[in-house]
């Protein structure tokens, strides 16, 4: 298609550029604010241009921490990271396994087993975090990594992305693997698992994001501060009852909580659309 | 090497559909036998039995002395070629073709030595290291084939290899998978719908329709003795012409009143009686005038380069011709057509079966 109609372009693009504005003005501001100290954010006129105290911002907060929170951000930075691997492996096992039961294997109730898991969708975490908290409470699983990582790690997205996969891989592929001698164990780690990688990828990404962001679970399970995550320390540096706010801590710290995903999803940008988007088996 | 054999085999898929209605078949050791028959007439399923990837209702499936039912596809000592030629995706022509003898623990050198003769024998040496989605549609086929010839099985089974290519790729490709058949001396069993295929291919052709066996043969058997009403149509392009005729007497049916001479005819047919007239659009000779001879209304006429298909009526009923271009000028309208008493099929019209000498 030919399309030559500049105003018609002019306007896209300052609409995309008004809409980068937007959102990237915040983000913008909070890197600078972390470069600045206590004091020039509080009298409100912190100017654009970095300052000169990014240094001992970043070593304060990655080892010392807040005046209040008094957890290095490094700690926090590590039960995060533990915390988002622990549920993005964690689903991407249980998902691929339990999708190539569900598609390969034909066993009683397969269709029901196949429901059940679906209708799980439709309960986040939030509707049964009750039950789930009085489970690990009663497993002796609070203030554990295995507490904050487990209930998280059930949940039918993965097992549905990994179904509609495994469905569009042609039959006489499992059919020429069983001829060629390879029972279902070498069927799944030969050929599945090689032509899954980009939906691995691609489910990494959202796993983790999504593990990193977690709020409300780290904060009902999680009462040592040494096993807090990076999201709950943000939260706690700004609420103080009887003392300034840390504003260059808390922007430090918010600046490094963005950095892993901002990382994941750079250096796995190109994996992960394709596995989104690839029809071409 | 080792033969094929079934006895009364059966497939009846729950809903009690039976796909394979009871077929029993011998195949030679180190013969080429084709299954043909129309879509649906269960030919891959008894195919997909054979190679174990569908269960046996009932009978036996024996692969040389061994009955095969319960027997893994892996343990069968067989090699498949898909359809879509099912290459994994993900390995080099090279691993595809080397991964079933991974899985059965050969040694390296030995597989290396069998790949190697594998892709001299189908001239794809060049190409080991690409990845099957690097190759033309032809070249995955060979290396499928090349995955089957590495195995060293007893049977080759084919699934309409040959569908996914273009025409002139598959009479390449036909005429190769029958030259490496003769090489190798490997009982095969290829499925196909395409009777060209099918003729060309078989030492022993076997038609079927609606899950059962209409003939077993060779193929000129076929061609020339149809059994069934069926299998004359089926196979023969442009297929056969099928007449509704009436009995005169012993040697002797007649076609809207053109009575016809019959060498191959039953005998004792109570003359009078209805009777299924066949010939061939190749077998009668047009504009000649014999004893034998039928007239045929012309409604139009198909080129094909070398011949012409002179289409229209014999007495009501649809009749097609094929004769050498410029043998009958394009525009008659009217042909009297002469009928060699030997290629005339009769059939019963209740039956369908070939009411021919016993």
């Known amino acids: 298609m030919v399309e030559n109609r500049p105003f018609t372009q002019f306007m896209a693009y300052l609409t995309l550029a008004l809409g980068i504005v937007i959102v990237v003005f915040p983000v913008y501001l909070a890197i600078m604010a972390s470069t600045f100290d206590a004091a020039t954010i509080i009298n409100g006129n912190m100017p654009l241009t970095p300052g000169d105290q990014a240094g001992e911002n970043y070593s304060r907060a990655l080892f010392y921490g807040g005046v209040h929170a008094r957890e290095p951000v490094g700690g926090m930075?590590?039960?995060?990271?533990?915390?988002?691997?622990?549920?993005?492996?964690?689903?991407?096992?249980?998902?691929?396994?339990?999708?190539?039961?569900?598609?390969?294997?034909?066993?009683?109730?397969?269709?029901?087993?196949f429901w059940i898991i679906f209708i799980t969708l439709m309960l986040p975490v939030e509707v049964r975090i009750y039950p789930t908290y009085k489970i690990v409470a009663d497993l002796g699983l609070l203030d554990t990594y295995t507490g904050l990582i487990m209930p998280l790690i059930a949940s039918a997205t993965g097992t549905l992305l990994f179904r509609q996969f495994f469905m569009t891989i042609p039959d006489e592929l499992l059919e020429a693997s069983k001829i060629d001698g390879a029972g279902a164990f070498r069927f799944f780690k030969d050929t599945l698992l090689p032509l899954s990688m980009t939906t691995i990828a691609a489910l990494f990404v959202i796993q983790?994001?999504?593990?990193?962001?977690?709020?409300?679970?780290?904060?009902?399970?999680?009462?040592?501060?040494?096993?807090?995550?990076?999201?709950?320390?943000?939260?706690?540096?700004?609420?103080?009852?009887?003392?300034?706010?840390e504003w260059q801590i808390a922007m430090t710290t918010a600046v490094l909580a963005m950095l892993p995903p901002v990382l994941v999803v750079i250096f796995m940008q190109r994996l992960f659309v394709k596995g989104l988007v690839e029809t071409e088996k | 090497m080792?033969?094929?054999?079934?006895?009364?085999?059966?497939?009846?898929?729950?809903g009690n559909v039976e796909a394979v209605k009871g077929v029993s078949l011998g195949i030679e050791d180190g013969s080429f036998c084709v299954l043909v028959g129309p879509s649906g007439c269960g030919k891959s399923t008894l195919l997909r039995m054979i190679a174990g990837l569908e269960t046996i209702s009932d009978g036996e499936v024996k692969i040389g002395d061994r009955v095969v039912n319960q027997v893994e596809p892996a343990d069968r000592d067989i090699a498949m070629v898909f359809q879509n030629y099912a290459l994994y995706p993900h390995m080099s022509v090279y691993d595809?073709?080397?991964?079933?003898?991974?899985?059965?623990?050969?040694?390296?050198?030995?597989?290396?030595?069998?790949?190697?003769?594998?892709?001299?024998?189908?001239?794809?040496?060049?190409?080991?290291?690409?990845?099957?989605?690097?190759?033309?549609?032809?070249?995955?086929?060979?290396?499928?084939?090349g995955r089957a010839i590495v195995r060293k099985p007893q049977v080759f089974l084919f699934d309409e290899p040959l569908s996914n290519l273009d025409a002139k790729l598959r009479v390449q490709m036909r005429v190769e998978i029958?030259?490496?058949?003769?090489?190798?001396?490997?009982?095969?069993?290829?499925?196909?719908?395409?009777?060209?295929?099918?003729?060309?291919?078989?030492?022993?052709?076997?038609?079927?329709?609606?899950?059962?066996?209409?003939?077993?043969?060779?193929?000129?058997?076929?061609?020339?003795?149809?059994?069934?009403?069926?299998?004359?149509?089926?196979?023969?392009?442009?297929?056969?012409?099928?007449?509704?005729?009436?009995?005169?007497?012993?040697?002797?049916?007649?076609?809207?009143?053109?009575?016809?001479?019959?060498?191959?005819?039953?005998?004792?047919?109570?003359?009078?009686?209805?009777?299924?007239?066949?010939?061939?659009?190749?077998?009668?000779?047009?504009?000649?005038?014999g004893s034998s001879s039928l007239s045929m209304d012309v409604d139009f006429v198909e080129e094909l380069g070398a011949t012409q298909l002179f289409h229209g009526k014999v007495s009501g009923a649809e009749f097609v011709v094929q004769a050498s271009t410029g043998q009958i000028p394009a525009d008659t309208r009217k042909l009297t057509l002469a009928v060699d008493p030997a290629n005339v099929h009769l059939f019963d019209p209740q039956t369908t079966k070939r009411l021919g000498k016993v």
């Open chain 2, 96 to 145: 595809n073709m080397a991964y079933g003898l991974k899985n059965r623990g050969t040694p390296k050198d030995e597989i290396e030595k069998r790949v190697k003769e594998a892709a001299r024998i189908l001239a794809i040496e060049s190409f080991l290291t690409r990845k099957p989605r690097q190759l033309s549609g032809g070249q995955r086929q060979r290396v499928a084939m």
């Open chain 2, 2 to 14: 080792a033969g094929v054999t079934l006895d009364t085999v059966r497939k009846i898929y729950t």
């Open chain 1, 208 to 245: 983790f994001i999504y593990g990193w962001n977690q709020y409300l679970w780290p904060l009902l399970i999680t009462t040592k501060s040494s096993m807090q995550t990076i999201v709950i320390g943000i939260k706690k540096m700004i609420t103080t009852t009887d003392a300034l706010t």
């Open chain 1, 77 to 113: 930075m590590l039960n995060s990271m533990i915390m988002a691997l622990g549920i993005a492996i964690g689903k991407i096992l249980i998902s691929i396994l339990s999708a190539y039961a569900v598609v390969y294997f034909k066993f009683p109730f397969r269709k029901t087993a």
């Open chain 2, 178 to 289: 029958k030259r490496l058949q003769r090489a190798l001396g490997v009982t095969s069993i290829y499925v196909t719908h395409d009777q060209v295929e099918a003729m060309t291919l078989s030492d022993k052709l076997v038609v079927m329709s609606g899950g059962q066996i209409e003939q077993v043969g060779t193929p000129s058997d076929v061609y020339r003795r149809p059994e069934t009403r069926f299998v004359a149509t089926f196979i023969g392009s442009p297929p056969m012409n099928i007449l509704p005729g009436k009995v005169e007497g012993p040697g002797r049916v007649s076609v809207g009143g053109q009575v016809i001479g019959v060498a191959d005819m039953r005998d004792g047919l109570t003359p009078g009686s209805a009777i299924e007239v066949g010939l061939r659009p190749e077998d009668v000779q047009a504009g000649g005038a």
